[in-house]
Every structure is written in structure tokens, then in C-alpha cells.
């Protein structure tokens, strides 16, 4: 049995600094929209759950379905759902077609919280993003991003199902 060891590809100074600028500049952006976000009591994560709700037919939507698409885990979910619960934001209901899923539906107050806080989220996106790329960027970014995201997206779910096939087994 051969125990050879497989060097890691190490990152060229051209890598390095294309992915450090991009760690330091998403978790600061993400930090500031999250401060940006206090005075409505609202973090991003909660935001985000509120923009997909806010989207879906009914603002209503499958748990599972949500934490994939607002890239939370089911946990994570389930934790915020009950502080969002709280707030008076969301409430969940039982998935009478198969008895085992719940449903994350928006309320009038979560709506409410969403139309306030809109405005001026989208005006520090806006500041402390967008304005800063041209049209050519955005394009590029979102081709970037979309490629990058994807393979990610289909990494995990190829990761993730065997595991659950397992776990359904046993």
C-alpha cells in the first residue's frame, strides 16, 4: 500500500491575491449590510429568509426548500424560524400532503418588516457594492459567480444524498 504523500497545488501570488481580496471583501460587506440592517432588528440571515418568502406564491414555502435556496442549513433554520416565530415575522404550518415537512409562511408583520427594511438595504447594497462596478463587471461577476456557485451546488447535493440515502436505511 503506497502511503505517498500528495502535495497541495499552493496558490501563485496572482491566486492569492484574487481570493484574499475576495474573503476580505465579502465578509466586510456582509458585516456592514448586517450592521446596516440593526436598526430594522433584523440580521442578513433573517433578511434573506423574508426576500425569499417574499418571492414565493402565497409567501409560503417548504423549510427544506428555503434553507437551500437562503443557503442556511436546516439547523440554522430552525433556529432563526423560532426568533423570527418571536417577532411575529413568520409561523410555520404542517405540510398536510405528507405529514413530515413544515411549511415557512410569512405573516402581514413580516411583510411589514421586509417593505421597511427594503429601501435602505437596497441603498447600501447599492453604496457599498454596486456602484462600485461597472456594467461589464456585474456581467462578469454574475457569470463568475453563477459557474462558481453551481459547481459548489452540485458538489454538495452529490456529497450530501448519499449520506441521507444512508441514513434512511438504517
Known amino acids: 500500500m503506497s502511503t505517498k504523500k500528495i502535495e497541495p497545488r499552493w496558490l501563485n501570488p496572482r491566486e492569492m491575491k484574487a481570493w484574499r481580496s475576495y474573503i476580505i471583501a465579502s465578509r466586510?460587506?456582509?458585516e456592514a449590510l448586517d450592521a446596516d440592517?440593526?436598526?430594522?432588528?433584523?440580521?442578513?440571515?433573517d433578511y434573506e429568509?423574508?426576500?425569499q418568502l417574499s418571492d414565493a406564491p402565497g409567501r409560503k414555502m417548504r423549510m427544506s426548500e428555503l434553507a437551500e435556496?437562503?443557503?442556511?442549513?436546516k439547523s440554522r433554520l430552525s433556529h432563526r424560524m423560532k426568533v423570527m416565530e418571536?417577532?411575529?415575522?413568520?409561523k410555520r404550518e404542517e405540510c398536510l400532503e405528507?405529514?413530515?415537512?413544515?411549511?415557512?409562511?410569512?405573516?402581514?408583520?413580516?411583510w411589514k418588516a421586509i417593505v421597511?427594511?427594503?429601501p435602505e438595504h437596497v441603498a447600501s447594497v447599492r453604496h457599498r457594492f454596486v456602484d462600485h462596478l461597472t456594467s461589464k463587471d456585474q456581467e462578469d461577476l454574475a457569470k463568475i459567480f453563477d459557474r462558481v456557485q453551481g459547481q459548489l451546488r452540485d458538489q454538495?447535493?452529490?456529497e450530501v444524498k448519499p449520506a441521507s440515502k444512508v441514513a434512511k436505511k438504517n
Open 37 to 45: 440592517l440593526e436598526g430594522h432588528d433584523l440580521s442578513m440571515s
Open 156 to 158: 454538495f447535493l452529490t
Open 116 to 118: 421597511k427594511a427594503a
Open 86 to 90: 418571536e417577532a411575529g415575522w413568520v
Open 49 to 51: 429568509v423574508l426576500a
Open 69 to 73: 435556496i437562503a443557503m442556511i442549513s
Open 28 to 30: 466586510r460587506l456582509l
Open 98 to 110: 405528507d405529514k413530515r415537512g413544515y411549511f415557512a409562511v410569512m405573516t402581514d408583520r413580516g
